[in-house]
């Protein structure tokens, strides 16, 4: 079969297309035809090597994080799915492998398609739709009634995250461009603000959570409309020592990741908050609940109009590195 693969971590993207096995399967496997598989920034940061201390790969190493496609066969001990489902999955991050023509997904980290969505849709929506399921479950272990702020919101991201935050019984407020302003309250948001227009650490405060989606350079912003005892959970902002604990890492890379959110958990403590960040896993039964939120919002996540392919998958990375980007990139077969 043919695959993008790199074989070294490098700052230069340069893939190689090249024709390798199909993938055998173990027992509690299946064997994907990939349809349709999403380039997203975290390709460039495997790529580049930035998150090798989180997950460090064997190389040659096949690229791609999310896919959609066929089941083409299953292994002895599959339960619910069989030759010719359409399923999608965010795929586990130690095996990785969606820029392939076929991938071998352990059975608990997919799901079956929402119904009415073609490959290229729905090959969109897991590692999205998952950052913010286990955003607001599990890291912010958020709680009905209480308030969500979603800086810089008005992308991707919060496309998806605002109708799960409000189907968690969220109330909901972002910050973003005019344009975005009636896609993301149509989404369900409670609140939208024009960044253009309103600073919102001038009128917010006494917020329960924040998802920050900007960066370090946001950060005392956002923890300043936290009320005493909130929590930021951020995308970008860089791991901790919770964020180590939580992934069972050995002791080197605890304190590797302790002393480098040291900063920003010294800050949150000082103001009674917590500081978190979160880098998404595979789920098969959190994504099926996600289908239920999308097909019951139809949801349809922006993607851009350039298709790629295999042999395209260069230009796609490179389309992803420097923008601007209408939505999500896809490589489609």
């Known amino acids: 079969m043919k695959a993008v693969q790199i074989d070294r971590y490098t700052k230069e993207i340069r893939p190689v297309v090249r024709e390798i096995p199909t993938p055998d399967i173990g027992p509690g496997e299946v064997l994907v035809k990939v349809k349709a598989a999403a ?38 001990r599959v339960i619910g799915f069989k030759k010719g489902d359409k399923v999608y999955a965010r795929l586990p991050l130690a095996k990785i492998g969606a820029f392939a023509e076929y991938v071998a997904v352990d059975q608990s980290a997919l799901a079956p398609m929402p119904k009415g969505y073609d490959f ?68 369900g948001a409670d609140r939208y603000l024009d960044y253009k227009q309103e600073n919102y650490w001038e009128v917010l405060s006494g917020v329960d959570y924040v998802i920050d989606t900007l960066g370090a350079g946001e950060f005392q912003r956002e923890l300043s409309v936290l009320r005493p005892g909130g929590r930021l959970l951020s995308l970008r902002t860089g791991p901790n020592k919770a964020f180590a604990v939580k992934n069972h890492f050995g002791a080197a890379k605890r304190l590797l990741f302790t002393a480098a959110g040291a900063k920003y958990d010294r800050a949150a403590r000082k103001q009674g908050k917590e500081y978190r960040f979160i880098f998404v896993h595979s789920d098969g039964a959190q ?38 980007t209408s939505g999500k990139v896809l490589i489609t077969f």
């Open 39 to 76: 380039v997203n920034p975290l390709e460039l940061l495997i790529l580049t090597g930035s998150v090798r201390l989180i997950q460090d790969y064997p190389m040659p190493l096949t690229l791609g994080n999310e896919c959609s496609g066929v089941v083409e066969r299953v292994g002895s």
């Open 120 to 187: 290229t849709t729905a090959a969109a929506i897991p590692l999205t739709g998952l950052t913010a399921w286990q955003g607001i479950t599990e890291e912010l272990e958020a709680k009905p009634g209480s308030t969500l702020l979603i800086p810089g919101g008005s992308g991707s991201f919060g496309q998806m995250a605002v109708p799960i935050a409000k189907s968690l019984g969220l109330r909901v407020i972002v910050t973003g461009n005019s344009r975005a302003r009636e896609s993301i309250l149509a989404a």
């Open 287 to 324: 994504l099926r609940h996600i289908t239920q939120i999308v097909e019951q919002n139809h949801i349809v996540p922006a993607t851009d109009p350039r298709t790629f392919t295999l042999d395209t998958a260069r230009q796609a990375l490179e389309l992803v590195q420097k923008g601007p």
